[in-house]
């Protein structure tokens, strides 16, 4: 993950995270983004799901320096696998929500 105190200063608002269910198994979150609002770095340590609420366009920045991008169409999910580490940035010019899943634990 990158060093926050080697990064240049950044004027990005947060994203708003609300938790919406929290179990042994699962946790839902919903993220709500004004134009320009991040994530923040973070390193997923579960498979996770999400499900987008409005159509938009994210920004992907990667440990390495390198950025991608993300077309996200209402209601089309997608999926990761833990490990992931990134900084996403809505990089439309609308607000851009969406829910994501993390399964913490398989039942059985």
């Known amino acids: ?3 926050p105190f080697r990064e240049p200063l950044r004027c990005r608002p947060p ?3 609300t ?9 839902v ?3 709500d983004f004004t134009p320009g609002a991040e994530t923040g770095w973070h390193r997923h340590g579960w ?3 999400v499900v987008p609420v409005t159509d938009g366009k994210l ?3 990667l440990p390495d320096g390198e950025t991608t991008t993300a ?6 999910a997608y999926s990761r696998p833990a490990g992931v580490e990134h900084n996403v ?3 439309g010019d609308g607000v851009l929500a969406f829910i994501e899943t993390e399964v913490l634990a398989y039942p059985g």
């Open 59 to 61: 920004m992907i920045e």
């Open 19 to 27: 938790c919406q269910i929290k179990t042994e198994e699962v946790c």
């Open 47 to 49: 498979l996770y799901v």
């Open 15 to 17: 994203a708003t995270a």
């Open 71 to 76: 077309e996200l169409k209402a209601g089309v």
């Open 29 to 31: 979150t919903r993220w």
């Open 1 to 3: 993950m990158s060093d």
């Open 89 to 91: 940035v809505n990089a």
